[in-house]
């Protein structure tokens, strides 16, 4: 679904929207399980099947950057790293090195002839740099498997970007007290000039 398509600004926005808020009154949980649902079918409204492949690309991040946390061992992100390149590197350029392979040594090796999954370069980058944020030591605690999801999958820049660092966009979403007083505070004070 496209950002200026009608079905996304009267149908999948308010609703993704006032779901979050009306959910944060009662649970701060179940708001961040609403959002994350909703980033999870934007995303597999394009193509269902890199569902999966986001989903396992999640999963394996997680749990390196679970290790990370703990030992903090250059192994393990060289590791992380390395996973994400070769997975990035295999949908974007198999069949460009098939192509070229068969045409050099006159083999005839099967072209997979894949859709490039929507945003895979986003979401492979981001969490190459929260791995590399984890190593480092930049973030202030470990967050749950639900915040990281959804700081990976955030429907609004998961698809077309920008790159958001770890240490800024995960705090916000694990903030227990988001709610849309605070954001009409927030943007009051963005008006009038004041730091917010």
């Avoid at 079918?41 to 999963?59: E, I, K, P, Q, W």
Wanted: proline content about 3%; overall charge positive.
């Amino acid at each position: 679904m496209l950002f200026c398509s009608y079905i996304f600004v009267l149908l999948f926005l308010p609703l993704t929207v006032a779901g979050y808020f009306l959910l944060n009154k009662w649970n701060n949980c179940a708001s961040r399980c609403w959002l994350l649902a909703a980033s999870l079918y934007f995303y597999a409204y394009f193509n269902v099947s890199y569902l999966f492949l986001l989903l396992g690309s999640l999963a394996v991040n997680y749990s390196i950057g679970y290790f990370l946390w703990s030992y903090r061992k250059r192994w393990l992100l060289i590791l992380g790293v390395t996973l994400n390149l070769v997975l990035l590197g295999y949908c974007k350029y198999y069949d460009f090195f098939v192509t070229n392979l068969n045409a050099l040594f006159g083999t005839d090796w099967v072209l997979k002839n894949m859709l490039l999954p929507l945003g895979i370069s986003f979401f492979t980058f981001q969490q190459i740099s929260y791995l590399s944020d984890v190593f480092n030591g930049e973030l202030k605690e470990r967050y749950s498997p639900l915040t990281y999801s959804l700081f990976v999958t955030f429907f609004p820049q998961l698809v077309a970007g920008p790159i958001v660092l770890a240490n800024e966009m995960m705090p916000q979403f694990a903030d227990k007290k988001n709610s849309y007083e605070r954001l009409k505070i927030k943007c009051f004070l963005k008006k009038s000039g004041k730091k917010v």
